[in-house]
């Protein structure tokens, strides 16, 4: 395999590892997160997504600071508040919407990072 392939397969790795993670974390603040299944399911994607950086992945990646950040207010309780932006650490205001539990998000700077889950 070349260089260029080897990078090219790494990246397409590096992506199902993300977009597992991004899914544990979209069902890990559901309103139903508590129930068996959706715990299941998440710990599920969570051990792909350490599966794929094990076998494949020759170094561990830089966490993804808004993974972190999404994380962070997913264990959160309540149902609205602030942290730092991963982009420009600024205050990122978030709250979770009550119908379906997603995660809207917006920083105080002008310009900078708005999230809607």
């Not at 597992?20 to 399911?41: F, G, K, S």
């Given at each position: ?78 149902n609205s508040g602030t942290v730092e932006c ?32």
């Open positions: 395999m070349t260089a260029r392939e080897q990078a090219a397969f790494n990246a397409g790795i590096e992506t199902a590892r993300q977009m597992a993670m991004a899914a544990a974390v979209t069902l890990e603040v559901r309103d139903d997160a508590r129930e068996v299944r959706q715990q299941a399911a998440a710990a599920a994607l969570q051990g792909l997504a350490s599966g794929l950086q094990a076998a494949f992945l020759t170094s561990p990646p830089e966490p993804d600071p808004m993974h972190r950040v999404m994380a962070t207010i997913a264990a959160d309780p309540a991963p982009t420009c650490k600024g205050r990122l205001t978030w709250a979770k919407d009550s119908g379906n539990g997603h995660i809207h998000a917006q920083c105080e700077t002008s310009g900078c990072l708005r999230v809607m889950q």
